[in-house]
T-cell receptor
């Protein structure tokens, strides 16, 4: 079983819809969570990071962490065709001497005009 | 403009040749990383360095080598011992080992 699981998609939604992207994880020590966006043939771009539980909002993007369920989400409101990309979650135990960042394998998202 | 640069964007080599991929950062980050990304797969860690003159193997280090002589630079050599070198290679850096990582634009290596 992978430490971080992410549905590969593809996920196709109409423009303007609310998108929900999710990751589950198995290591309860994870407490630092990140979301990256990767356009085709480009490097991943850090979108948001959150520490521990709760929500964090940045413009149209909201990151949500539910540590009790070991589940994180990224919501995109008013989705645009320019949001079409692969989204990777990442997480780490932070402040642990053996911690490193573990990446999900990514969800491919397509926004239909 | 702070960031990470990788060069070249595309690289073509014949089988049996070693090739070195460049990675430079001006973010003053201590840690640097090399990943490999294959179609339909996630990021796989090749090597990482937490500080100058020190580096550790990642999950798929066989057939690769690195050096970290300067804080800003972390070149990756893909040797002829790497069985399937054709891939998209990504360099990243972070201010500390388990802090958020910032990625370069990537180098697409094709070996024939």
């Amino acid at each position: 079983q992978k430490e971080v699981e992410q549905d590969p998609g593809p996920l196709s939604v109409p423009e303007g819809a609310i998108v929900s992207l999710n990751c589950t994880y198995s290591n309860s020590a994870f407490q630092y969570f990140m979301w990256y966006r990767q356009y085709s043939r480009k490097g991943p771009e850090l979108l948001m990071y959150t520490y521990s539980s709760g929500n964090k909002e940045d413009g149209r993007f909201t990151a949500q962490v539910d540590k009790s369920s070991k589940y994180i989400s990224l919501f995109i409101r008013d989705s645009q065709p320019s949001d079409s990309a692969t989204y990777l979650c990442a997480m780490s135990a932070r402040y642990s001497s053996a911690s490193k960042i573990i990446f999900g394998s990514g969800t491919r998202l397509s926004i239909r005009p | 403009d702070g960031g990470i640069t990788q060069s070249p964007k595309y690289l073509f080599r014949k089988e049996g040749q070693n090739v070195t991929l460049s990675c430079e950062q001006n973010l003053n980050h201590d840690a640097m990383y090399w990943y490999r990304q294959d179609p339909g797969q996630g990021l796989r860690l090749i090597y990482y360095s937490q500080i100058v003159n020190d580096f550790q193997k990642g999950d798929i280090a066989e057939g690769y080598s690195v050096s970290r002589e300067k804080k800003e630079s972390f070149p990756l050599t893909v040797t002829s011992a790497q069985k399937n070198p054709t891939a998209f290679y990504l360099c990243a850096s972070s201010r500390g080992f388990d802090y958020e990582q910032y990625f370069g634009p990537g180098t697409r290596l094709t070996v024939t």
